[in-house]
């Protein structure tokens, strides 16, 4: 029998998909464990109190999202809608919760590609000044910075900005994606920024960075803390290495050593490391975006999981699974790009 | 310096906590060096009793996580095939999402409070000791010395015992200093939500989380918030001595199997 | 014609004295052999010519190249000498080559940044140096990474690279120690045939007397930071001058085992 596909490269990467289905069936169910285990009922948790007390209220709820029925066949529902690209209904918005990730993750998406691009311009290249400068002023002083960065709250950091920055100084603007004045931009990716731009909006431009500066920034810090340190321990294990001793003996200049020698091979590493910060910035969001009202999946998940909207934390648990099972494959497919030894064969 | 706050808690207090005697929302003064707050308690002094709050638990929490975690590593590393990949999958699962959301979902789901908050927290907390402790025990079971004890006649229950627990503990012990840190970072955060400690306690991550209804007020929210920083600071910088007076090589493979 | 003098090289790494007042004179066209056990010494001297010893190094002493003392170059001025004028071949060519940079980038890199060749030029060099160290299918292999070679053929394009910028005097640190047996002479060969054609400075270190008194034209003995002895290839062999010397040759494996001249080397490499 002849294979489906013959590439090495397409028939690691279905392999992958396969995996990573059966993995995010896993999340599925886990969500749908944790969720109906524990004693928390999502009735009261909806309609309040008062209205729970009346069973012929909680009878009609129950059966509007299909609570009556057993969990095994709330769970093979669940997953046959899934297959179909049906998520279910929030029991909080009532929209269907497809609709509110699809406006959710935009926003989130912006703050997240800001901060993770950020950290790791700035987190490498702490890293590496550290590296090179070690025991020096640089080095102590980066120590401290990263030392910092890795301990701060997030939500306490976000909240001094917030006071600091939007109310008293007044430098940058409240909470929100944009100032209550301000319409959104046409929507075609969801980002604003992006989207303003695309329409020659440039006010709107101009408003939306100005919204997503804070946030953006608050998050950086962590993860260029960890970044920091992991890319100092990194680069100071390659420069060890006998290759970047046989670098040097060819004469070449420290600048050319460290960029094509030293930083090829420390960021095989750093790039797993990458991957785990990006992870800790979504995490990071539920936090931050509750603080600025950011309408993201952040504060969508803190919504659902406080209101036990088992559908949306469903959704949410879906979703993330599946931007790890990516981040992952990523972060693998650029190891191969970098490091040949552990291409495909 | 906050141990020792912790430890020796009343004694060092001005005030009750939880007294509500003084006038509202006054800012530091000589009397109240951290002011108070809108029901009047003394702010310095439930900063000072955080930290018989938080800490504690998050020691318990990176307790219980070693002692989940690194019994089910040592079996999985142990007892591989079929074990060592019912174990792995499962922490698969639990890292593919962010810890914070999973937490939450738990905690909300377990009702607020701060005991509720620690096993939320080590749901998605216990994994990570899994890998490392499998990852080593893996490396020390193929060692000589404990396939010689093997050939020797030792149960796989002794040279466990003897051979493999010992070597792992270390390392684990380290990391799991480190991990104090990240510990209280999550845990007040959850309470910060909402899903931790229940009003009136004097939780550091909810004080500052009652901050936000007196925006005006900084030293509501600012004062927890640096106890908070620096207490995980400390512990985090007691975990790198602690890793920088290992052996840098072990040092070294500790953090690229925290990573992996 | 002497290209390099080493004179009362002292060197101290914290608290440690390793060496002690190294004297060393490397000839154009010949190979100055440098045995010693190990911990002696041998490759902290290569090192020091080539300006690359660990941090926290103390040095004295002078090494002497073209009129000028290493030692008191600019570390800019030295690395313009190193790669062009003095390149070393290291120890372990498994380690020593980047394993994540394509030959090809590893060859041509120093070729484009000390000769200022182009692309093309550097490549058609590239293509011409593994030819000579005998690399099969030399314009495949530059698109090839160090894992995919053998021991022996790594170490035959770490020796291309040390030669690529034509430099007088090339340190050798036990270039064959890490290979397997059945390569050793192979390699050994290769460079001295190299050296003789480029008309090469050798320092050939090496613990393995047996390949020393294959290759040498002279043999120097090192033992704790100081050379014992230094002289004649037969000199030394014949007649040690240093009673640690002897020692060393009556420790060869069978006074007749161990690989003793070129010839030995030759049906080393037909066997
Ligand atoms: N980085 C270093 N720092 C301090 N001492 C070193 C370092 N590297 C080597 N040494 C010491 O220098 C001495 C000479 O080493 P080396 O020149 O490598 O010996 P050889 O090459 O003859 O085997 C040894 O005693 C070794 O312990
Ligand atoms: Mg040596």
Same mark, same amino acid.
């Given at each position: 029998?002849?294979?489906? %596909? ?43 109190? /008062? ?48 609709? &509110? ?18 950290? #790791? ?6 890293? #590496?000044?550290?590296? %090179? ?5 640089? &080095?102590?002083?980066?120590?401290? #910075? ?48 992006? &989207? ?71 960021? #095989? ?71 040949? /030894?552990?291409?495909?064969? | ?52 709050? +938080? ?63 620690? =096993? ?10 899994? !890998?490392?402790? !499998? ?50 970072? =999550? ?55 602690? !890793? ?14 925290? +990573?992996? | ?117 182009? *692309? ?13 160290? *005998? ?137």
């Amino acid at each position: 029998m002849r294979p489906l %596909v013959s590439s090495p490269l397409a028939r690691y990467l279905v392999r992958r998909l396969g995996v990573s289905a059966l993995l995010i069936v896993g999340v599925t169910l886990v969500t749908f464990v944790l969720t109906n285990l524990v004693p928390g009922d999502p009735v009261a948790a909806n309609l309040g109190q /008062r209205a729970a007390e009346n069973p012929e209220t909680v009878a009609a709820y129950r059966a509007h999202y299909g609570l009556d029925r057993p969990l095994p066949v709330q769970y093979v529902t669940y997953l046959g809608n899934l297959v179909q690209g049906d998520l279910g209904e929030s029991q909080q918005t009532h929209r269907p919760v497809l609709t &509110d990730l699809q406006s959710a993750v935009p926003a989130t998406l912006e703050i997240a590609i800001g901060a993770i691009v950020l950290s #790791v311009l700035i987190g490498v290249g702490f890293g #590496v000044v550290a590296a %090179v400068r070690r025991g020096q002023l640089a &080095d102590s002083a980066l120590r401290v #910075v990263s030392l910092v960065g890795i301990s701060v709250p997030t939500f306490w950091l976000a909240l001094v900005a917030f006071y600091v920055f939007s109310f008293q100084l007044d430098l940058a603007p409240g909470s929100g994606r944009l100032a209550p004045a301000t319409t959104p931009p046409p929507h075609v990716t969801g980002l604003y920024t992006l &989207d303003s731009l695309l329409a020659g909006e440039w006010e709107t431009f101009g408003d939306a960075l100005a919204h997503l500066m804070l946030p953006t920034l608050v998050l950086t810090l962590y993860t260029v803390g960890l970044l920091t340190r992991f890319t100092r321990s990194a680069v100071l294990e390659v420069l060890e290495q006998d290759y970047v001793r046989s670098a040097r003996a060819k004469g070449l200049p420290g600048r050319t050593v460290l960029f094509r020698y030293v930083l090829r091979a420390a960021m #095989v590493p750093i790039l797993t490391v990458v991957g785990l910060a990006f992870g800790a910035l979504l995490s990071g969001t539920v936090l931050v975006e509750e603080i600025f009202a950011w309408p993201g999946l952040g504060s969508y998940a803190y919504q659902a999981a406080s209101h036990l909207d088992l559908p949306a934390v469903m959704g949410v648990g879906l979703l993330v699974g599946v931007i790890y099972l990516v981040i992952n494959l990523v972060v693998d497919l650029l190891y191969g790009a970098i490091d040949p /030894r552990v291409r495909v064969q | 310096m906050w141990i020792v706050v912790a430890v020796l808690g009343p004694a060092l207090w001005p005030y009750d906590p939880l007294i509500q005697d003084f006038p509202r929302l006054d800012a530091p003064s000589a009397a109240h060096w951290f002011g108070t707050d809108e029901l009047g308690r003394d702010v310095f002094t439930r900063v000072l009793a955080g930290a018989r709050v +938080t800490m504690p638990l998050a020691v318990l929490l990176v307790g219980l996580s070693v002692a989940i975690g690194g019994v089910l590593g040592l079996a999985a590393g142990f007892f591989g095939r079929w074990v060592g990949e019912t174990v792995m999958r499962l922490t698969d699962l639990v890292m593919a999402f962010p810890t914070v959301i999973l937490a939450m979902v738990v905690a909300a789901s377990l009702g607020a409070s701060l005991l509720n908050a620690v =096993l939320a927290a080590l749901v998605v907390s216990w994994p990570a000791y899994a !890998r490392v402790t !499998r990852g080593l025990v893996v490396g020390i079971r193929e060692a000589d010395y404990v396939l010689a004890d093997r050939l020797l006649g030792f149960s796989p229950l002794r040279s466990l015992r003897t051979d493999i627990v010992p070597m792992v503990t270390g390392p684990v012990l380290i990391l799991a200093s480190l991990d104090i840190g990240t510990a209280t970072l =999550l845990l007040s955060g959850l309470s910060f939500l909402g899903l931790g400690a229940k009003p009136p306690t004097a939780e550091w991550g909810s004080m500052v989380a009652a901050a936000i209804q007196n925006f005006d007020s900084w030293w509501l929210g600012v004062f927890p918030g640096l106890a908070i920083l620096t207490v995980v600071m400390a512990f985090n910088f007691l975990g790198d001595a602690l !890793r920088d007076a290992l052996d840098p090589r072990t040092a070294g493979e500790l953090g690229k199997a925290e +990573t992996r | 014609m002497t290209a390099l003098e080493i004179k009362g090289l002292t060197l101290r790494i914290g608290d440690a004295e390793i060496l002690r007042g190294v004297d060393l004179d490397l000839e154009a066209g010949r190979i100055q052999g440098l045995a010693g056990e190990s911990g002696s010494g041998k490759t902290m001297t290569g090192l020091a010519v080539m300006g690359l010893l660990p941090a926290r190094s103390h040095v004295g002493g002078t090494i002497t190249y073209g009129g000028r003392d290493l030692l008191a170059l600019t570390p800019r001025q030295l690395g313009d000498l190193r790669g062009t004028e003095i390149a070393m071949v290291f120890q372990d060519p498994s380690t020593s080559l980047h394993p994540m940079l394509s030959v090809g980038a590893q060859l041509t890199d120093h070729l484009r940044h000390h000769l200022r060749l182009d *692309r093309a030029a550097a490549r058609a060099r590239a293509v011409e140096l593994l030819e000579r160290v *005998r690399i099969p299918d030399p314009a495949g292999a530059l698109r090839r990474f160090a894992h995919q070679f053998s021991g022996g053929q790594r170490q035959r394009i770490a020796i291309a690279i040390a030669l690529a910028c034509s430099p007088t005097v090339l340190i050798a640190d036990e270039p064959t120690t890490a290979l397997d047996v059945t390569v050793q002479a192979g390699v050994l060969h290769l460079l001295r045939d190299l050296a003789g054609e480029m008309g090469l400075a050798v320092l050939m270190v090496t613990h393995d007397l047996g390949v020393m008194s294959a290759v040498a034209d002279r043999v120097a003995v090192m033992r704790d930071g100081e050379v014992v002895e230094n002289g004649d290839r037969h000199q030394v062999f014949t007649a040690p001058a240093h009673p640690y010397t002897a020692s060393l040759l009556a420790s060869l494996p069978g006074a007749t085992g161990g690989v003793r001249s070129l010839d030995d080397v030759r049906a080393l490499e037909e066997s």
